[in-house]
């Protein structure tokens, strides 16, 4: 127990100065959970975050272990080796990835919104994508719209729309 004079005297906020426990235990968990996060990504990432050897040796065998108290134990551990290195480039690394992948989803359902409307809408669209996009291929992209629309086959029609799909996702 400590003495109130040795006690850290609190700042203007009330504040002590040192983190509380709630604080610490918060900082722990976020920890264990970037580990998690680091054991799901391919081991070829890991490389590229130039992990030390025990923290790859931690997250390989985390995700070899099936039992839940040892997966638990094993978190527990990685998260310790976190605590004891500077995580900031994990957390840069892992926020790029994320971002990439939004931005694909992204592209991805712009592309999808580009077909669907190409298929309804025909001529309207096709002019409307021919001023966002002047340097896609008119002629084969006329030719692809004109196919699925006037074909009655479900199969042809779905590979008219793939094709469709690959073009605008060359030229988007």
Known sequence: MQDRDTAPLPDEDGESGRPNKSALKREAQALVDLGVRLAALPPDQWEAL????????ALTLYN???????????RGLIGKLLRQRDTT???????QLELDKTLQTRDFHRIETWRDRLLHEGAEAMQALAVECPQIP???LARLVAEASRTTDMPKRNKLSRELFRLLREHL
Do not use: F, M, N, P
Request: proline letters at 0%; aromatic letters at 6%; hydrophobic letters at 40%.
């Open 50 to 57: 130039q992990l030390d050897e025990t923290l790859v040796d």
């Open 64 to 74: 070899r272990i099936s039992a839940h108290g040892a997966k638990a134990r094993q």
């Open 138 to 140: 008119q002629e084969l």
């Open 89 to 95: 480039s994990i957390w840069a690394y892992l926020h």
